[in-house]
């Protein structure tokens, strides 16, 4: 709605009006998704050379490739869901550190960076049979993205936290969110990756930590359903969304059991079994469920007018 004009200037002075529709839709959900599974296959990748240097001959490469392939998507997703795509180089050229997307852009880009160095130095060595100093190059620039990945991974819980009377959106929340999510699809993408060049042993490991991640996701996710109405009359009508037949209850439940609840039942029986099938199976429905997951809590509060 137009308030006022100002002839010198042509400028037009708006009145803050609630959108009328949903803002951030499934374009943000790909974006922080891709991000989860490129941030979370370093952090595997980081842990297997840690626990056992010599399973990582076969999996630097192909694991830092899909890596960087899942972080080209989430940047591409970024880009496309700006207003202004064609004007991102102002973030690289004017760059206003106190925002947290200024910051995010330069962390992801760094980190995308530093793993086309490493694919780099991986794919030479093979080429020209070189000796193992530029494996060791690979694991030196594989700890600092490591460090790198947390901040990236973490940033867009800033975002979504800065944003205005969404309080399903804490920041402590979604922050533990965003790290569960890397640690869960990250684990869930090197099994799947690894396959018989990962001993059972460490199939085990990873396995141990995809259960560990939906179960913290898990009941994160069911204090916000139960107890999330007691912070605030707006939380309590976002949840209705997800509650009582609400309109995605259904997508919501959905998710939970796909993401969370059936990968946490399926790593307990791969155990017991000794089975890399099921495994397998619960690594798949993780990162598919994840993306409804994620969908589902950044679409529902946006369904609540602002005004």
Known sequence: MVHDTLAATHAVVTLDVALPD??????????????????????MLFLLLRKNAKEMDGLRTSTTIVSFIFMIVFLLFTLADLHQPFRMWHIFFYPHWTSAITVGAWMASIFVGIEFIMIAAMIRKEKCLLTKDTTGLFDKLLFWNTLLAIPVTLYTAGIMAESTARELWQMPTESAQMILAATLTGSAAIILLGGSKLSDESKQFFGAILGLSALMAFIIYMSEYIFGGMKAEETAAILAYVKDGGEYATMFWIGQWVAYILPMILVGLSRVSNSNSILSLAAIL?????????????VIPQLLPLS
């Open 286 to 298: 993780a990162i598919a469920g994840l993306w409804v997951v994620k969908h589902v809590w950044l």
């Open 22 to 43: 949903i803002f951030w839709g499934w374009f943000v959900t790909m974006n922080m998704w891709a991000k989860s599974i490129g941030t979370g296959l370093i952090f």
